[in-house]
């Protein structure tokens, strides 16, 4: 175990829907990272989270979208869902701000299919 | 734009054999990382670079970053099974180019 909680593990929708994945990040760490994977494009960073401020933005699309809350947990948000979203979304956590190196952990990825 | 190559993207190799895995990185950084991600797993840390010449070894994997070529490697000695994973390097510029990946190589070792 990571530290990094996402859920759900699984998700299966249809074209057209809505989704929202949720991420607790490690204790302590204050950024949560977005990335999805696919086994065309790879790993694709979408976006940044520090402190509940966007802090960098990636390759995510205007139907997504992503907001970490007072709590430090992440959603991140997709809508208008399509056949090329099915991915593997995972979130990362770092105590960035400290210096020296900034090592992700990784959670387990949600896995979503859209039928 | 920082772009992130790997090489191979497939490697199968046989079991006591070594082999090395390139990555190339397209802009001034001197912090790399390196991760495993087991199939159909999450990925997990197995090196940081941090400096040109940084050299760090754990079991059979020895991974080194040459910051004026833009290349670090992840040699394998002695390869078993139980290596076989997808290994991705990625770059970290900071500000906004968050860490980049690799495409990620293959590995399967066969006994």
């Known amino acids: 175990d990571s530290g990094v909680t996402q859920t759900p593990k699984h998700l299966i929708t249809a074209t057209g829907q809505r989704v929202t994945l949720r991420c607790s990040p490690r204790s302590g760490d204050l950024s949560v990272y977005w990335y999805q994977q696919s086994l065309d494009q790879g790993l694709q960073f979408l976006i940044q989270?520090?402190?509940?401020?966007?802090?960098a933005k990636g390759n995510i699309l205007e139907r997504f979208s992503a907001q970490q809350f007072p709590d430090l947990h992440s959603e991140l948000n997709l809508s208008s869902l399509e056949l090329g979203d099915s991915a593997l979304y995972f979130c990362?956590?770092?105590?960035?701000?400290?210096?020296?190196?900034?090592?992700?952990?990784f959670g387990a990825g949600s896995r979503l299919t859209v039928l | 734009e920082l772009k992130v190559e790997q090489n191979p993207l497939f490697l199968s190799m046989q079991e006591g054999k070594n082999y090395t895995i390139y990555c190339n990185y397209s802009?001034?950084?001197?912090?790399l990382y390196w991760y495993r991600q087991d199939p159909g797993k999450s990925l997990e840390s197995l090196f940081v670079?941090?400096?040109?010449?940084a050299v760090k070894q754990e079991g059979r994997l020895m991974a080194s970053l040459d910051t004026k070529a833009r290349l670090s490697t992840l040699h394998i000695t002695a390869a078993v099974h139980d290596l076989s994973a997808t290994y991705f390097c990625?770059?970290?510029?900071?500000?906004?180019?968050?860490?980049?990946f690799g495409k990620g190589t293959k590995l399967t070792v066969n006994p």
């Open positions: 670079l941090l400096s040109n010449g």
């Open positions: 990362a956590s770092s105590a960035e701000g400290h210096p020296g190196a900034n090592v992700l952990t």
């Open positions: 990625a770059v970290d510029r900071g500000g906004s180019e968050k860490l980049v």
């Open positions: 802009t001034t950084s001197d912090r």
């Open positions: 989270y520090y402190n509940g401020e966007e802090r």
